[in-house]
């Protein structure tokens, strides 16, 4: 994906939150690379890495990786409202966490278990979903349609414990090096005002 980030728009739809920690589950590729960007942004207490979209009794590494799962990939992003927005955090799925335009694959991983699906708690974060893909569609910022699912979040299944913060602490890998360090290389040059402190 090589659109800009300065192409996309701030959400129309962005009705301010209330209460203290929200979360959200979104799938965008290998869990991985999402977690490393969303631990960059002010407001975002916590990520988790997981499995959404299938049941119990497949939610682990190697069966979700065969892809015969209904299971994608996910990070469970809990957040302060207060500090950043559900719309803010849609604004940095889309134009840094992943393509949503390419269905079941990001780059080389390929598998519905690497689809883009935003996993809405409620009526109110679907509406903000379904019309920035809408604003983003009409905008035109991508070439190609953008493919990402809205689905109804039934549960989150944390992932293994070797798998959280794994960027953090395989930062070596050569697949962190040349998928995730990129994206948040690209978090730090275009929302730098947006970002924890100790990350700028």
């Known amino acids: 994906m090589n659109v800009s980030p300065e192409k ?17 589950v979104l799938a965008g590729g290998c869990f991985w690379c999402v977690e490393a960007v969303y631990r960059q942004l002010d407001g975002v207490l916590d990520v988790v890495n997981g499995y959404a979209g299938g049941g119990a009794g497949e939610a682990d590494y190697r069966t979700v990786s065969t892809g015969r799962t209904r299971h994608a990939e996910a990070v469970q992003v809990k957040y302060d409202p207060s500090r950043v927005s559900y719309g803010q955090i849609l604004r940095v799925f889309f134009s840094i966490a ?4 390419t269905k079941d ?11 883009s699906v935003i996993f809405y708690a409620d009526d109110a974060e ?4 379904k019309a920035y ?5 009409a905008a035109k910022v991508f070439e190609a349609p953008i493919v990402t ?10 992932a293994e414990a070797y798998h959280q913060n794994y960027a953090a602490t395989h930062e070596n890998e050569l697949y962190i090096q040349f998928v995730a360090a990129p994206k948040v290389a690209k978090l730090r040059k275009y929302f730098a005002e947006k970002l924890k402190t100790t990350a700028r």
């Open 98 to 101: 992943h393509d949503p335009t």
């Open 149 to 158: 699912e809205l689905t109804k979040l039934d549960r989150f299944y944390p």
């Open 8 to 24: 996309f728009p701030d959400p129309t739809l962005d009705p301010r939150q209330t209460g203290g920690e929200r979360s959200t």
């Open 126 to 129: 679907r509406d903000v979903a």
């Open 133 to 137: 893909i809408a604003q983003l569609d």
């Open 105 to 115: 694959r990001q780059g080389a991983d390929v598998g519905p278990q690497y689809r």
